[in-house]
């Protein structure tokens, strides 16, 4: 339920009096509500203050970086704030549909023209979170050096640690990193999402597809394509239109199961030993 403390004072930072709430399915890292006032709807974010600080503060930002690109939607963020134990985040409500192959093939190219906007090195100017952990986006001048020491090793190490994975596999993830250079081609960096699973997407009903729950960094677009592939729920249009709008490097599909290293890598370190198998056979393809 929602505190009556958070109420408060987006009722007053709003200065809309709220007349009614509703909990969403779908959030498994934070409470997400619905809002109702006399004059709009909204969603909140809620969690906890101190098991993830600044986490709304990063969400905002990533979501005002893709926006300062004017390529793909994303819903405005009102503001962000912390209520007693607890933090929150106030978005615009965008009314959704199931997506089409029209939608599809807006959001592949929309997705293609944010990745043309770039920057000098691999990284961000802040850590921010996927999912529930931290995640370091100190810069790098090449993707293998960003994708070893920023993605693979601090989940690794988490992994090792807790015991989830065992010295033979870190070992191996030792051979990759030795060999990631030979594996791909260096592109500049890309602006990505960080976390484009089919639920970080929404289709409005007018047809525009609309960015939500980014891990932002400049980072190989490569690595966005390849989680859409991880779960699911990205039509073939998508692929058509974003390949036709910016072409990737030859072999792109032999190189998915790298990329995905990361968010199962994650998944392993967030939900337990179901992972262990999808990275072991992740892994293998590449030492």
């Known amino acids: ?24 399915s779908g959030g498994s890292i934070n409470q997400v509500y619905s809002l109702q006032t006399a004059q709009k709807k909204y969603v909140v974010k809620v969690n906890s203050k101190s098991k993830f600080p600044q986490m ?5 930002t990533g979501l005002k970086t893709i926006a300062a690109t004017a390529t793909i939607a994303i819903p405005n963020v009102l503001f962000f704030d912390d209520a007693g134990e607890e933090s929150f985040l106030v978005l615009e409500w965008i009314e959704s549909k199931r997506p089409s192959q029209s939608s599809f093939n807006h959001l592949g190219q929309q997705l293609a023209a944010m990745h043309t906007h770039s920057a000098e090195a691999f990284g ?3 850590d ?7 995640q370091s986006n100190i810069k790098h001048d090449t993707w293998a050096a960003f994708y070893t020491g920023e993605r693979l090793m601090p989940m690794v190490k988490i992994a090792v640690d807790n015991c989830l994975l065992s010295n033979r596999d870190e070992q191996f993830f030792e051979k990759l990193y ?22 970080n997407y929404i289709i409005a009903n007018d047809d525009a597809p609309y960015l939500i729950d980014p891990a932002v960094s400049y980072g190989h677009r490569e690595f966005d394509i390849a989680m859409t592939t991880l779960f699911g729920g990205f039509g073939r249009q998508f692929y ?8 990737l490097a030859k072999g792109w599909e032999q190189r ?8 199962l890598l994650l998944h392993l370190n967030l939900f337990g030993a179901g992972y262990l198998g999808q990275v072991r056979d992740g892994l293998a393809g590449y030492v």
């Not at 505190?3 to 969403?24: D, F, K």
């Not at 709304?56 to 905002?60: L, Q, S």
Request: proline letters at 6%.
């Open 128 to 134: 921010n979170y996927m999912g529930s952990l931290k």
């Open 124 to 126: 961000f100017d802040g």
């Open 178 to 199: 030795a060999r990631l250079p030979g594996l791909f081609e260096e592109e500049k960096p890309s602006l990505i999402h960080g976390d484009l699973w089919s639920g």
């Open 240 to 247: 058509r239109s974003y390949h036709e709008s910016f072409p």
């Open 56 to 60: 709304f503060a990063c969400e905002a």
């Open 1 to 24: 339920m929602l505190s009556a403390l958070v109420v408060s004072i987006i009722e007053q930072r709003l200065s809309e009096l709220i007349i009614n709430t509703s909990p969403m």
């Open 256 to 263: 998915l199961d790298l990329w995905n290293l990361y968010p």
